[in-house]
């Protein structure tokens, strides 16, 4: 597989912080720690600072749930509780994530957040990229990376995984 390359200065210029409000995706594994709800919460006050298209939920496997499908699930379901609590409408906004984690026997996986994602990136102009903010597995990312390669030179992926 080939991926677009993008030149040393597009990179470094993309690494400075904006001095403007940037159109953002939030994919979390809203379930998994609290810091991810308040994430959310903070991203949607924040109009002045960010412009938030959608949510998408991440999986994640530990005590909390059976499998990282079933992480993803409650991530989504804790995404949809807080946006009733914030009077937000789900509809068009929050997608559905991975399954699972990607492996040699996963290239990726096509699912309702990696499509949305490659949607909204390849409508975003080069000169200004959508941000992506990512919280937890890398999943949803990877796998819309994989499933569209091109997306790369439409995004800016911030990662605290």
Same mark, same amino acid.
């Given at each position: 597989m080939e991926f677009p390359e993008i030149s040393e200065a597009t990179r &470094?210029?993309?690494?400075?912080?904006?001095?403007?409000?940037v159109r953002i995706v939030l994919d979390t594994d809203t379930y998994n720690e609290i810091d991810d709800q308040f994430a959310v919460v903070y991203a949607l006050l924040s109009p002045e600072a960010m412009k938030v298209e959608?949510?998408?939920?991440?999986?994640?496997?530990?005590? +909390?749930?059976?499998s990282p499908e079933d992480g993803m699930e409650k991530s989504y379901e804790e995404i949809l509780r807080l946006l009733k609590r914030m009077n937000h409408s789900p509809e068009g906004f929050v997608f559905r994530g991975s399954p699972g984690f990607l492996h040699n026997n996963v290239p990726a996986y096509d699912t309702p957040a990696a499509r949305d994602l490659i949607r909204r990136a390849m409508n975003s102009p080069e000169e200004d990229p959508l941000y992506v903010v990512a919280i937890g597995a890398i999943t949803?990312?990877?796998?819309?990376? &994989?499933?569209?390669?091109?997306?790369? +030179?439409?995004?800016?992926?911030?990662? &605290?995984?």
């Open positions: &470094l210029a993309r690494l400075n912080p904006p001095n403007r409000t959608a949510i998408y939920a991440a999986p994640f496997l530990n005590r +909390k749930s059976e949803n990312v990877a796998s819309a990376i &994989l499933l569209e390669p091109e997306i790369i +030179k439409h995004i800016v992926v911030g990662w &605290l995984g």
